[in-house]
Each structure stands twice: as C-alpha cells, then as structure tokens.
T-cell receptor, first 118, second 117 residues
Framework: ETGVTQTPRHLVMGMTNKKSLKCEQH?????MYWYKQSAKKPLELMFV???????ENNSVPSRFSPECPNSSHLFLHLHTLQPEDSALYLC?????????????????FGAGSRLTVL | AQTVTQSQPEMSVQEAETVTLSCTYD???????LFWYKQPPSRQMILVIR??????QNATENRFSVNFQKAAKSFSLKISDSQLGDAAMYFC??????????????FGTGTRLQVTL
C-alpha cells in the first residue's frame, strides 16, 4: 500500500469516550502532520512531528494528544471531546518539516477521519 | 502573519469549458511557495500545481495553469477543457521559503467547483 492511510474513515463518539485516530505513511517521509478541517474555515495545523519528535504544537487543547512511535505512524488520541471538535481530521506527511533548499516540501495527505462528537 | 483569501465559495463550469479560480494572499516576504490543492469527494487532498515566487514563468500542469501576479499578490488557477472529474473543493495555500517554516502552510477557505454536462 502506498501513500498516506488514515483509519477510521468515520468515527462517532460521546463526550466521555476515549478513541484514537491512526495515520500511516509508506513514503519514507520524515515529517508527519495533523490538520483539522472544519466547514468554511481554513485548514488548521494542529501538530507536526519530525522523526518522532514533536516540533510544532499550535495551541491545541489537551483533550487532543498526539503520539508518533516511529516515522511511519502517527496517532491522535481523543478524550472528553466537545461537540465543536466535530470535523475532518487530516494527516499529512512530507520529506522534511524544515523545508529543503531547493524544494517546496510538498505535503501528501490522507483521506481524513470524519469525527462526530455527540 | 500571512493570509490567503479565496473569495469564491462556489463556482460552476460546463464540461469542456474553461474556469478560473481566484486566490489572493498577503505577505511581507519576497520568496515563498504557492500551491493549489484539490479535495474531491473522496476527501484526499491532492496537489494540483505549485509555483515558486522567484520564478516569473507561470506554472503549468497539463490542463491546469496559474496566473501568478506577484505585485498584486494574486494566484489564480485556470482549468481548461473541464472534466467531470475536476469537480472538487480547491484550496489555495501559501508557504514561506524560509528554513524552519516548511510546516507552516496557510490555506484559504476553499472554492467548491461544480462541473455540469
């Protein structure tokens, strides 16, 4: 399997549940990202990992907890979420998070996990 | 801070016709990258085309081309010979070329393109 794979595709959870989103990339990239996509709003960068180390955390509430056990896998652990957290969560990867001198560091995205919080 | 504006929430084009999607951005930097991403109903964002700001020549990828006006901070996407498979959300995005900013892609709110027969 190639590219960036996200599971589950759809998730419905109550505010007291604990669940996790999974992302896997087969591109040999060193950086992985979580984005939140809400209707009529620009994509919001949540977290960036480079070689399993978190390098960006954009003021995301602690009810979202990322985990990167290796450079191919990225998780987003969810607990005590709010209805306003309902959104499409996109995972992406790129060769390098810092930007290459001659490259645009293009992101490759997964198909997202559609989260509904009741 | 950089901002990206897509002023057309929705556009419609007939099959085989040409359509142009608008994007403007605000930045104080002189070197940066601009992107157009497509998000079809399958939800997977796909890179359509990219432009380096230092290049004066407009980027082209098959039926997709851009009109990059650096002074006006405008970056429109032209789709020629539109096909049903072009129906999707299109996002314009900006990234600084400065080292350490690779993660900071700034997206617009998107334009939904409908292709009709």
């Amino acid at each position: 399997e190639t590219g960036v794979t996200q599971t589950p595709r759809h998730l419905v959870m109550g505010m007291t549940n604990k669940k996790s989103l999974k992302c896997e990339q087969h591109l040999g990239h060193n950086a992985m990202y979580w984005y939140k996509q809400s209707a009529k709003k620009p994509l919001e960068l949540m977290f960036v990992y480079s070689l399993e180390e978190r390098v960006e955390n954009n003021s995301v509430p602690s009810r979202f907890s990322p985990e990167c056990p290796n450079s191919s896998h990225l998780f987003l652990h969810l607990h005590t979420l709010q209805p306003e957290d309902s959104a499409l969560y996109l995972c992406a990867s790129s060769q390098d998070w810092r930007g290459l001198p001659s490259g645009a560091n293009v992101l490759t995205f997964g198909a997202g996990s559609r989260l509904t919080v009741l | 801070a950089q901002t990206v504006t897509q002023s057309q929430p929705e556009m419609s084009v007939q099959e085989a016709e040409t359509v142009t999607l608008s994007c403007t951005y605000d930045t104080s930097e002189s070197d940066y990258y601009l992107f157009w991403y497509k998000q079809p109903p399958s939800r997977q964002m796909i890179l359509v085309i990219r432009q380096e700001a230092y290049k004066q020549q407009n980027a082209t990828e098959n039926r997709f081309s851009v009109n990059f006006q650096k002074a006006a901070k405008s970056f429109s996407l032209k789709i020629s010979d539109s096909q049903l498979g072009d129906a999707a959300m299109y996002f314009c995005a900006y990234r600084s070329s400065a080292t350490g900013t690779a993660s900071k892609l700034t997206f617009g709110t998107g334009t939904r393109l409908q292709v009709t027969l």
